[in-house]
């Protein structure tokens, strides 16, 4: 059984492009729907959001999530990937490293930001490492005329930052979802794994991937258009003291 974005609580992007808010931390997820295959983008903060997102994003694409592209290797977007285990899991390359050998600094970073200490335990036992490993780019075919471009843009916000750009909707602008390199609810937050001389340049791609038209969904916020990226990009710029 299908269900409309609507009715599932979910904000919908284009014709089988949809994202939802996740409550907590207010983080973004992004559903991709090809005639095929549905793509997951992260995959929400503990196994029980994870769980929550397979069953929504099942009824919305009325078949199960196959690819699930992980943005960046942050707790609150990758602790319920688990959940998706017959999908394909796509991250930038070197992503998988982080997942293994930082899983400490994952739980604690988590528990700092408030999530349960049991939850984080969990996910961190349960850890998914990406095995397909974007260099560069790769694109998805999801089946019909429906593809997604992956894109390592990185680093900045992290070293490893994924985007997904969805093009060719008819009627439809490009849709980029641009982690969190670019954030609507406040500054875009730069902890010790940000790399912040290069971040300006990821956001410079992300316009050059989806041009002045793109609707940009932030990994945190509402969603925003090429300007107000350009804005952050020169605001990031300014506050790292990169030109
Ligand atoms: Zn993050």
Redesign the pocket.
């Known amino acids: 059984m299908t269900v409309t974005w609507e009715e599932a609580g979910w904000e919908r992007l284009a014709a089988g492009v949809g994202r939802c808010r996740l409550p907590g931390w207010d983080c973004t997820v992004g559903l991709v729907v090809g005639e095929g295959s549905a793509l997951m983008i992260d995959a929400g903060s503990s196994l029980a959001e994870g769980a929550r997102l397979r069953t929504e994003a099942r009824a919305l694409a009325g078949r199960p999530v196959t690819r699930l592209a992980l943005t ?1 290797p ?1 707790f ?2 990758v602790f319920g990937a688990a959940e998706f285990a017959d999908a394909e899991v796509f991250g930038a390359a070197g992503m998988e490293r982080v997942l293994a050998d930082e899983r400490d600094a994952l739980r604690g970073d988590a528990v700092e930001n408030g999530l349960h200490a049991r939850v984080a335990d969990e996910a961190v036992a349960t850890l998914v490492h990406p095995r397909h490993l974007v260099s560069d780019e790769r694109t998805l075919l999801l089946g019909g005329d429906r593809q997604a471009l992956l894109v390592n843009v990185g680093p900045g ?2 070293s490893h930052d994924l985007a997904v750009v969805v093009q060719g909707v008819p009627g439809s602008p490009p849709v980029v979802f641009c ?2 390199l670019v954030e609507e609810s406040g500054e875009p ?1 730069a902890g010790p794994d940000a790399v912040p001389s290069h971040w300006p340049a990821a956001l410079d791609r992300l316009l050059d991937l989806g041009g002045e038209d793109a609707v940009y969904v932030p ?1 945190h916020g509402a969603v925003v258009d090429a300007g107000f990226v350009r804005a952050q990009r020169d605001a990031l710029a300014t506050r790292f003291g990169v030109s």
């Open positions: 960046h942050h609150d977007h916000h992290t982690g969190d937050q990994g």
